[in-house]
């Protein structure tokens, strides 16, 4: 009976945890940001490379790498600015990928009638 009051709180737990935002450029867990030392170029095509030899995609904000649990949808993003949407399980450093998108740059200004400059 105590067991099943503990697997049942903890359950409990899980469900409560809500999903992360994070965002950061697509690497490997080999060169994290610098791909200057595997002498491959542009950084997508070391990133590829790396993961063919057994490195793994993940997640670097500017100061943590955090690996990826999907290892497939990164690939078409590979060295550019993504948001990531998961759970992050911190003792591993392991996001539970939920969405992969990429980071969109600045809004566009309006344009059409009135949104312009006028004389």
Same mark, same amino acid.
């Given at each position: 009976? $105590?067991? #099943?009051?503990?697997?049942?709180?903890? *359950?409990?737990?899980?469900?409560?945890?809500?999903?992360?935002?994070?965002?950061?450029?697509? %690497?490997?867990?080999?060169?994290? +940001?610098?791909?200057?030392?595997?002498?491959? =170029?542009?950084?997508? /095509?070391?990133?590829?490379?790396?993961? $063919?030899?057994?490195? /793994? @995609?993940?997640?670097?904000?500017?100061? +943590? #790498? @955090? &690996?990826? =649990?999907?290892?497939?949808?990164?690939?078409?993003? *590979?060295?550019?600015?993504? &948001?990531? %949407?998961?759970? #992050? @399980?911190?003792?591993?450093?392991?996001? /539970?990928?939920?969405?992969?998108?990429?980071?969109? =740059? *600045?809004?566009?200004?309006?344009?059409?009638?009135?949104?312009?400059? &006028?004389?």
């Amino acid at each position: 009976m $105590k067991q #099943l009051t503990i697997l049942l709180a903890l *359950a409990v737990l899980a469900a409560a945890q809500k999903p992360q935002v994070f965002t950061g450029v697509i %690497t490997c867990t080999m060169c994290k +940001n610098d791909h200057k030392a595997m002498g491959i =170029s542009p950084d997508d /095509k070391c990133v590829r490379e790396c993961i $063919k030899h057994g490195a /793994k @995609y993940a997640l670097f904000d500017g100061k +943590n #790498l @955090y &690996r990826l =649990s999907d290892q497939q949808t990164p690939e078409k993003y *590979a060295a550019q600015k993504v &948001r990531v %949407t998961g759970m #992050l @399980y911190e003792k591993t450093g392991i996001i /539970k990928v939920e969405k992969i998108e990429p980071l969109e =740059s *600045a809004p566009a200004k309006p344009s059409g009638p009135g949104t312009g400059h &006028r004389h």
